[in-house]
């Protein structure tokens, strides 16, 4: 993590694949790692201060996406770990993009959600996250987004 940015260590090798063709594979996903990185700082700060109940509503939220991401990937490092059947990294990587996609689009509505966020008032804090995640409900583009921002904004 640099700058704010994750990005492919050369130490990292595999036998198999030039440094490009691996550089390359995980550039896809370093979007949605940096995303994940943003999204749990601000649950981290949300957790370690007093903030109105819709902030608190709406990091739960958060959470739970997050939890879901996590549950996927242990499932999926649990089938290629399995070997029972042929796995290779472009099926893997294949699996992961929907979610992918969802973590760095939500990490978009987020920053929208919470611009300026350390010098706002509270009340403008929560007509903020709840106008963002209207708008992202009327707008959506993902839609697998649809289920994610309708649970956010109904907690």
Request: net charge negative.
């Amino acid at each position: 993590l640099r700058d704010g940015q994750c990005s492919v260590s050369p130490l990292l090798t595999i036998n198999s694949l030039t440094d490009r063709a691996l550089v390359s594979l995980l550039q896809e996903a370093l979007p949605a790692i940096t995303a994940v990185h943003s999204l749990q700082q601000f649950l981290e700060l949300v957790s370690t201060s007093s903030q109105p109940r819709t902030v608190e509503a709406y990091s739960s939220g958060l959470e739970a996406v997050l939890h879901q991401f996590s549950g996927f990937l242990a499932s999926l490092e649990g089938e290629v770990a399995s070997q029972q059947a042929t796995s290779s990294l472009l099926s893997v990587l294949a699996r992961l993009r929907p979610w992918l996609a969802m973590i760095v689009h939500l990490a978009s509505l987020h920053t929208a959600a919470t611009g300026h966020f350390a010098t706002s008032e509270n009340w403008y804090k929560a007509v903020r996250i709840l106008s963002v995640l209207y708008n992202a409900l009327s707008t959506v583009t993902l839609q697998a987004m649809l289920p994610c921002v309708l649970d956010i904004f109904l907690r």
